[in-house]
């Protein structure tokens, strides 16, 4: 199994990012994925979570109405789009299938 997230970076608060996370070595389309974050001094928590299907999805309070979690099957990749980010939204955002966890992409929300 490897997961492979990507599309992070220094962006200013207001401003929105497109994560992307490249699965491999299972039936992707058969599970459902998660996206939890880490930031500096805290511990690891949970973000979005999205079925095989992607009909159901489910978002943290903190950034409901502002993220979206979705998947395309046909690249096994899931996204998680994020808009209008604040500086508490600072993380490393990694995606998570069962106890398989990528390496993680480092989000800076800064001015």
């Known amino acids: 199994v490897q997961l492979v997230e990507s599309g992070g970076g220094s962006v200013q608060p207001g401003g929105s990012l497109r994560l992307s996370c490249a699965a491999s070595g299972f039936t992707f389309s058969s599970y459902g994925m998660s996206w939890y974050r880490q930031a500096p001094g805290k511990e690891r928590e949970w973000v979005a979570g999205?079925?095989?299907?992607?009909?159901?999805?489910n978002y943290a309070g903190s950034v409901k109405g502002r993220f979206t979690i979705s998947r395309d099957n046909s690249k096994n990749t899931v996204y998680l789009q994020m808009n209008s980010l604040k500086p508490e939204d600072t993380a490393v955002y990694y995606c998570?299938?069962?106890?398989?966890w990528g390496k993680g992409t480092l989000v800076t929300v800064s001015s």
């Open positions: 998570r299938y069962l106890n398989y």
């Open positions: 999205i079925s095989s299907a992607g009909g159901s999805t």
